[in-house]
């Protein structure tokens, strides 16, 4: 199993990034997917999820700005960052549903 | 939300010591519960599954235990290669939350 984050980035207040997270190792299409996240040198941060149906959870900090979609026939997760706030700014990971995978992680900075 | 409140934030150790790190739910979240060990500049790694048992691969020193409301992650006898940070994870009801994770430190 393997997940592979990336389209992270230095990106200005307000603006947009997508992450991407490619998965390889299993049937991704059979699985939910989270998205977490976590601040230079803070904890961890639950950030949406997707379950193999599509359907979504996301965190309050998040709701409305950010969207989490995947496509089955890519293998690959995504998390659609809009309206971006400096307090965004954290390493965003990629994690299978029982949290028993993660990838890397891929860094987002929310600057001007 | 489920606040999950985790107890030392930071705490030093002698090689040899039995060390506990807990986290209290605010609410019911039965033993849906994962604990995480993170070293510096990798991706959490789970330890602990359904609050007490032992994901593959981790040494039998860890192990995880529940009281009411209390959650318990134990090492045995610390060893250096335990010096990380550690996280426990509520996932019983949607917003996930995590514990504020506390910092280990080998003396």
């Known amino acids: 199993v393997q997940l592979v984050e990336s389209g992270g980035g230095l990106v200005q207040p307000g603006k947009s990034l997508k992450l991407s997270c490619s998965a390889s190792?299993?049937?991704?299409?059979?699985?939910?997917m989270h998205w977490i996240r976590q601040a230079p040198g803070k904890g961890l941060d639950w950030v949406a999820y997707?379950?193999?149906?599509?359907?979504?959870v996301y965190a309050d900090a998040v709701k409305g700005r950010f969207t989490i979609s995947r496509d089955n026939a890519k293998n690959t997760l995504y998390l659609q960052l809009n309206s971006l706030k400096s307090e965004d700014t954290a390493i965003y990971y990629c994690?299978?549903?029982?949290?028993?995978?993660w990838g890397q992680g891929v860094m987002v900075t929310v600057s001007s | 939300d489920i606040q999950m409140t985790q107890s030392p934030s930071s705490m030093s150790a002698s090689l040899g010591d039995r060390v506990t790190i807990t986290c209290q739910a605010s609410?019911?979240?039965?033993?849906?519960l994962i604990w995480f060990q993170q070293k510096p500049g990798k991706s959490p790694r789970p330890m602990i599954y359904?609050?007490?048992n032992l994901a593959n691969g981790v040494p039998s020193r860890f192990s995880g235990s529940r009281s009411g409301s209390d959650y318990s992650l134990t090492i045995s006898s610390l060893e250096s290669e335990d010096m990380a940070d550690y996280h426990c994870?509520?996932?019983?009801?949607?917003?996930?939350?995590f514990g504020s994770g506390t910092k280990l430190e080998i003396k």
């Open positions: 994870l509520q996932y019983k009801q949607y917003p996930l939350t």
């Open positions: 994690a299978g549903t029982s949290f028993d995978y």
């Open positions: 359904y609050a007490t």
């Open positions: 997707i379950s193999s149906s599509s359907g979504t």
């Open positions: 190792g299993f049937t991704f299409s059979s699985y939910g």
């Open positions: 609410q019911d979240i039965g033993n849906n």
